[in-house]
């Protein structure tokens, strides 16, 4: 859950914010519950036992290169949107070194306070008070992998945030999206069911309009240099608490994309439309 909201730039403009700050307030209240798995975000804590390992197998399968027991070592993870820290920690134990922002500072208080807990966690993960934007400049071309989740429906301009994405991923590098489809299923469920019924979320969590159907988000993503390779459909099941692969994308969905080496980029107009992108499950099951 990220809190980003994009601006575009004025000539000699001297701010640097690009957070909403209604949303800000809205997820500053809940900063101290995030490690609280039976509140309000327990469904975040039970969805990592999908989104790590789609995460960790991914990679795995793109690298004959690595560790038993730390199989993400010497890999550079960005999680933008971290929150208090739920995917950073799982990504960290699995070898990654991982840097976490996110702009409310009461989050990165929450994470930081956590991981010192784990000695091993201290050294592998550090954490910003910072949105996307503003870390750009210093980071260009810095990370292996970006991961994005539950983050994109909370974006204003949700393209300046997927170029920002590409200037801070290395060539070759992987983005990693989890967010809710923008469908009458989704409006029925994710709001009026999840926040004003069943208490899921909070209410006032989400804001329809700004859920993402996954064609816009490989529109996107595919005319910024990047080449969608997966599409998932994800259920979340209240009674039992847990998330299960579907082939629907009509609520939930994890996309993998990765961004064109510049040999690829360079010659992407002399290669036919068709063959351009590798899509397996690209359009499998959409709304």
Not at 28 to 33: E, I, P, S, V, Y
């Amino acid at each position: 859950l990220a809190l980003f909201r994009f601006t575009v730039k004025r000539p000699f403009s001297t701010s640097h914010s690009s957070v909403d700050s209604k949303e800000m307030k809205k997820f500053q209240l809940l900063a101290h519950k995030w490690w609280d798995e039976e509140g309000e975000y327990a469904a975040l804590h039970s969805m990592n036992d999908i989104r790590v390992p789609f995460i960790r197998d991914t990679l795995l399968s793109m690298s004959s290169n690595y560790h038993l027991g730390n199989p993400l070592s010497g890999i550079k993870i960005l999680d933008v949107g971290c929150g208090g820290g739920l995917l950073s920690e799982p990504l960290g134990r699995l070898g990654a070194s991982v840097t976490g922002i996110d702009p409310v500072e009461d989050n990165i208080r929450t994470a930081d306070r956590h991981k010192s807990f784990d000695p091993v966690l201290a050294k592998r993960i550090q954490y910003k008070s910072s949105s996307l934007e503003e870390i750009v400049e210093e980071s260009m071309e810095t990370f292996d992998v970006i991961v994005a989740s539950e983050v994109v429906e909370h974006v204003a301009d949700l393209e300046t945030f997927i170029k920002c994405c590409s200037q801070v991923l290395k060539p070759e590098g992987s983005l990693f999206i989890t967010t809710i489809n923008k469908t009458q299923l989704s409006y029925a469920l994710g709001i009026v069911v999840a926040e004003k019924i069943m208490g899921i979320v909070p209410e006032g969590t989400h804001e329809w309009e700004k859920f993402v159907p996954p064609e816009e988000l490989e529109h996107l993503l595919e005319s910024n240099g990047f080449s969608v390779k997966t599409v998932n459909g994800m259920l979340y099941n209240p009674l039992s608490g847990s998330w299960s692969w579907v082939e629907s994308t009509s609520l939930n969905y994890a996309v993998h994309a990765v961004k064109a080496a510049p040999w690829a980029r360079s010659h992407a107009t002399d290669t036919p439309p068709e063959t351009d992108m590798q899509q397996p499950s690209a359009t499998a099951g959409t709304a």
